[in-house]
């Protein structure tokens, strides 16, 4: 399979480069910084460029059977650079006619079915205080992806550990998850979704 992968300079990105092309795919990941990527492989496009450039996103795009993002901002300035990204990600999936694509979110993005318990609650309020705008990003990255006509799945996760895999994970809502997920499960659980259709055009929340 050749995917698109979007956010792979980053930690988890790396882990979702590399198991990408263990499990034999072919990728194409967009980046800012080429140096930034550490992975060498046959198998493996690096393309220079930022999400908002729309006929960048389209080159990427091209040819490929899913796309993957785990883009997030990277500060709390009011640019929702993401949910720009993402609708020239989308509107590339649609003119090129790739349907699947399986994205991340912090599990502070709420949905009706999640049960948050009081600490969800009270860490769910002080994201919203004092990082209102990488929320409201991510919010609007969600709703795009989930009202879009593509084959969706938005992948919740709580804080992010760069402990080594373990292998089982708890799936559900906000309130049955853990407080942590090592962005190797969460890379490897995302990758699983490109062939398993249990959580299509829905959102789980995972944990370790």
Not at 42 to 53: F, H, R, S, T, Y
Not at 97 to 126: K, M, T, Y
Request: hydrophobic share 40%; with cysteine.
């Amino acid at each position: 399979m050749k995917l698109a992968i979007f956010g792979g300079t980053g930690k988890t990105g790396q882990h979702l480069i590399q198991q990408a092309l263990d499990k034999g795919h072919e990728v194409v990941a967009l980046v800012r910084t080429p140096s930034k990527v550490t992975t060498h492989h046959p198998q493996l496009k690096i393309i220079q460029g930022d999400i908002v450039d729309a006929d960048c996103i389209a080159g990427v795009v091209q040819g490929v059977d899913a796309v993957i993002s785990v883009l997030g901002p990277t500060n709390n300035k009011l640019e929702y650079t993401i949910s720009r990204g993402m609708e020239n990600i989308l509107m590339a999936m649609k003119k090129q006619n790739v349907h699947r694509i399986v994205i991340s979110a912090g599990a502070g993005v709420r949905e009706p079915q999640d049960r948050p318990n009081l600490i969800d609650r009270f860490f769910g309020l002080l994201l919203n205080v004092l990082s209102k705008n990488v929320v409201a990003d991510m919010k609007q990255v969600v709703h795009k992806v989930q009202t879009s006509d593509r084959d969706w799945t938005v992948v919740r996760v709580p804080m992010l550990t760069d402990q080594p895999a373990q292998g089982t994970l708890v799936v559900g809502n906000v309130g049955d998850i853990r407080s942590r997920i090592s962005r190797a499960d969460m890379a490897a659980f995302m990758l699983k979704q490109l062939n398993d259709n249990r959580y299509l055009k829905l959102s789980p929340a995972i944990s370790n």
